[in-house]
Nanobody, 114 residues
Framework: VQLQASGGGLVQAGGSLRLSCAAS????????MGWYRQAPGKQRELVAS???????NYADSVQGRFTISRDNAKSTLYLQMNSLKPEDTAVYYC?????????WGQGTLVTVSS
């Protein structure tokens, strides 16, 4: 599975961005997919994850501001990010866990200016 992330960019604090992650083939809705981010000098961390039949999972730092969703027909994962803060600045990666193997997208940079 190849994942292609897009949608990053430069935005002012309080603004919004929507990230997309397109898969190279159909991914079953039961597959866990998620967004991670890595800020300079910090470890990669989970932002949000989604799986059919369960409520999405969010990091405390983005709860209420970010929304993860997926369009199974388009094999695409999304992350709607609202009320962005400078501390959200990071490279954002999408991931799919298929048959106990993790597949990562290439990352898309989000920069939030104060």
């Amino acid at each position: 599975v190849q994942l292609q992330a897009s949608g990053g960019g430069l935005v002012q604090a309080g603004g919004s961005l929507r990230l997309s992650c397109a898969a190279s083939r159909t991914i079953h809705s039961s597959v866990i997919m998620g967004w991670y981010r890595q800020a300079p000098g910090k470890q990669r961390e989970l932002v949000a994850s989604i799986r059919s039949g369960r409520d999405p999972n969010y990091a405390d730092s983005v709860q209420g501001r970010f929304t993860i969703s997926r369009d199974n027909a388009k094999s695409t994962l999304y992350l709607q990010m609202n009320s962005l803060k400078p501390e959200d600045t990071a490279v954002y990666y999408c991931k799919a866990r298929v048959h106990s193997e993790d597949y990562w997208g290439q990352g898309t940079l989000v920069t939030v200016s104060s």
